[in-house]
Each structure stands twice: as C-alpha cells, then as structure tokens.
C-alpha cells in the first residue's frame, strides 16, 4: 500500500444554500471554480449529507405526517414528537434502542443511528412549517453520480465521500462517517501483507472512509452549513473500489445489536 | 466556534525505531527539525500508540507470563495464546464479548476494545523471544509529557494526541481513535448553540480528537511503523481542554456494555 505523506482538506468557500431539485454536481462544481480549487485525478470531494439530502428532496414537513400508536407510545418514552418518532420508524427496520431523549434504530440501509439520521436542525422553517430531513435514498448512488458528473466537469478521476455524523456506543461525542462513496476503497483489507518485520497482520481491515470522513469534519463543523463541501488532495488510495455500504457489519455478524 | 478552513497533514518523514526507554520527545523533536518541520502555535502532534508504548518499556516478553485457569479456558474458547489471554485479562476489568477469533474487553483504563489494545505486529522479534505490547499507563498523561516538553523545545503552544486503532460495534474496518490528549478539547460542546436558522442545537457534542486521530490515520497507515506522528497545522480549537479520558462513554451511560 502506497503511504500518504502530505494530506490537504480545503473548505469550499462561500457554498451556497441547496434547495430541493437543486443540481448538486453543478453547484459544487461551479464553487470549486469560484475558489480557484479545480480538482484533479485522486482528490476527494467530500460532501455534507445534508445538501445532498436537500438537493433529493428528502425534507419533509411535520404536519403531513400522522403518528400510528406504535411511534405515539414510543414518543411517550423518549420524549419526542409523535410524528417525528413515526418518520423515523418509517426509515427503519427495528429499535435497536430506546430510553428517554434517546433513540437508536437499524436505518433501513443499515446504518444503526439515532434518529435514523433524521434531524430537525439546519433545515429553513418557511411559512412556519416545520420540516426534518431524512438521509438520501441511497448515499453510493448519491456518490457514484456526483462522482460521474465532477470527474466529467473537470475531466480527471475523482473519488466522492458523502458524510453524516454518528455517535458511537462506547465513545461520547459525534464523529464523521462515510455512509456513501465512490471512486475509492471505502474499506482496505491489509490481512495477509506484512508488518515491518515481516509476520503477517492477522487483522487489519481499514474504515478508509470514515476516516476521510471523520477528518473532513473537522472542517464542516456541526453548527451550520457553512462548509458542507471539502476537498481532500493528496490522499494514496489505489485499493480495489469498494461502497460505503461496505463499512456497514452485516446483522449476522453483530454482537451488540 | 471559529471554523477550519485548511488542514494540513505531513507525516514526519524516517521517524526512527523507538526503543525502551528512548526519550521519545526529544525523538519526535529531532525527526521534526530534520525534516524542517518546526511546529508553530496551534499545531496538533499526532504520535502513534505504538511509539509512545515502547518507549514507556510497555513491551512484556510472552515467556514470562503464566496462563491462569480462567485465561486458559477463555484462549480455547477465543482461540487465542493463553500467556496472550492472560495478559489481555490483566489490563482489563471485565470481558465484554468473547467467541473464536474475538475477545473485546473493558480496559482498565475504560475503553471497550478488542484483545485490551495489545498486539503482537511490529514488535520486533529478538533472540527469538516473543515480545506483546501494552497500552501506556496513562496516556493522557504521556501526551501532557510530550506536549510540554516539545512547546518549551520550540517556544510556542502545542496540542498532542496519541491515537490507536479501534474496531467498531457497527462498523467494519478500524479507525483511530484518540486515547490520549493534551492542549486541546478532545470533545467540543456545542449544545445550546444556535444553528444556522438560530434554533438551539439540541444534541451536539463532537469527538474532535478522535476526529483527529481518524485524520492522521489516513498517514500513519497500519501495515508499518513508517509514520507514526504525523503534524496536523491548521485546526481551529479554541473550546476548553478536555483529555481524551472524557471521551470514554461511562459504564452507567453505556447501553451496550
């Protein structure tokens, strides 16, 4: 594996506020040109789930949603909106979870997550409505498209990381995590190659892109939208192309679910 | 909180083998002005568990450990060396999961982990013996140690965080993970800050030092000990400091124990 000597993050300036139907590629496009920061073959862009999400169309307002007695009991506990309970078990497939101001689901991707990722933060209230925002249909896709779209663009081989921030179980704090990619190796497998004094590394398998997400955070911040789009150059991938969805550990192989 | 707008990572170049007792501060000094690299203020040292390990003389030689029974029972179950059970079960305060091939335990020092952070690649083999490496006693105080010893060195203020590779529960593949910090907020508290539409963030705390050993994990790699500190120049951390200690989720919190 080719070592990374010298990574660069840069925040996308100035990023422009994204709106359902927007064309993601080409905003981001059209602001990597604004500041100068054409990319090139091997960087990363990596993208905020949020702006994708909006770009999809995935908010939806509160007051169409109608709290079955399942997700009103379970808002009883918790201690949260009934329809915002009965959207985020619409995006599940089980409670894996759940105690007051507390909820974590199995996203129906996968993910387990608070909320099913759902928030309720940085979406513009209009006309007093109040909207959430679910995560994109299908974050690789996502990616795998943006990829397509900014690599045509700026005609070199581009790599795209779509990130949301996770707790964790035995960690407090939030980091960054990929829950869509394209263009790299979202996992590494270094099992069967050696380590420095030549014995093979019995377990070695590298979240490759939630590290790039986690380090891209560290840019976008959690307080506003400001910086949802970073470029990251300089990073040696030349693993085998593999998706977000990778990095997911399948149920079977679960023990804390 | 002031924003991140571009992160630089260099990997000091042809760190040297540490050894025993090696006074790795004034190693990582050296290597740093040898590669001219001199750290200004605000800069983050990332310095690999490993390093700081075997410097602190945490390597234990196999041979000198006596399996005990409850070791022996537990290595046939998991499938492990029983002297590298016992070993394991010595550093920890409970066994959290165990089957073939797997063994996460609560460490002494709180972290849920596999196998109690010990591993046996690149530790070198001498006269045949066989060598496992331990966690640092206290790392949050070894970077304290180093993080004062290298901003009197070079006359400005310093942040350090020591990192390691953690397995996640929902997760594949490894990421870092700070397990010691000194000079910055490893978690960042931004609960009670308005959004970008001036609602109240709800729940939003960031692991920003583990944010930062993901970061430099992307250079230090895992199949080598080629890199392992890495200079992070350009992170706006201005919150409190906190260690990496507070990172660690308590056991009362913990629904995943």
Same mark, same amino acid.
């Given at each position: 594996m080719v070592a990374t000597h010298d990574l660069r993050l840069l925040a996308v300036p100035e990023f422009p506020l994204v709106r359902a139907g927007d064309d993601l590629a080409a905003l981001i496009g059209d602001a990597l040109v604004r500041a100068g920061m054409e990319p090139a073959t091997g960087d990363v862009i990596v993208v905020a789930q949020k702006i994708v999400s909006k770009a999809e169309g995935r908010e939806v307002d509160l007051a169409t949603i109608t709290a079955s007695p399942r997700a009103a009991e379970l808002a009883a506990e918790v201690g949260k909106d009934p329809r915002f309970v009965e959207a985020v078990l619409a995006e599940s +497939?089980?409670?894996?979870r759940s105690r007051p101001n507390l909820l974590i689901v199995e996203h129906r991707l996968g993910f387990v997550m608070a909320n099913a990722g759902?928030?309720?933060?940085? +979406?513009a209230p209009q006309d007093g409505v109040q909207r959430i925002l679910l995560l994109p249909c299908d974050p690789d896709a996502s990616a795998a498209s943006l990829r397509e779209r900014l690599s045509l663009r700026f005609g070199c081989d581009l790599a795209v990381v779509i990130t949301d921030s996770f707790g964790r179980a035995w960690r407090r704090g939030t980091v960054g995590i990929a829950i869509g990619a394209a263009g790299l190796a979202s996992m590494v497998d270094l099992r069967g190659q050696p380590d420095l004094f030549g014995r093979i590394l019995e377990v070695s398998i590298i979240g490759l892109a939630d590290e790039v997400a986690a380090a891209a955070s560290l840019l976008m911040g959690?307080?506003?939208?400001?910086?949802?789009v970073v470029l990251l150059r300089g990073l040696a991938h030349t693993a085998p192309e593999l998706p977000a969805s990778s990095l997911i550990r399948p149920a079977a192989e679960d023990l804390f679910r």
């Open positions: +497939v089980r409670v894996v759902i928030d309720q933060s940085n +979406v959690q307080a506003s939208e400001g910086q949802p």
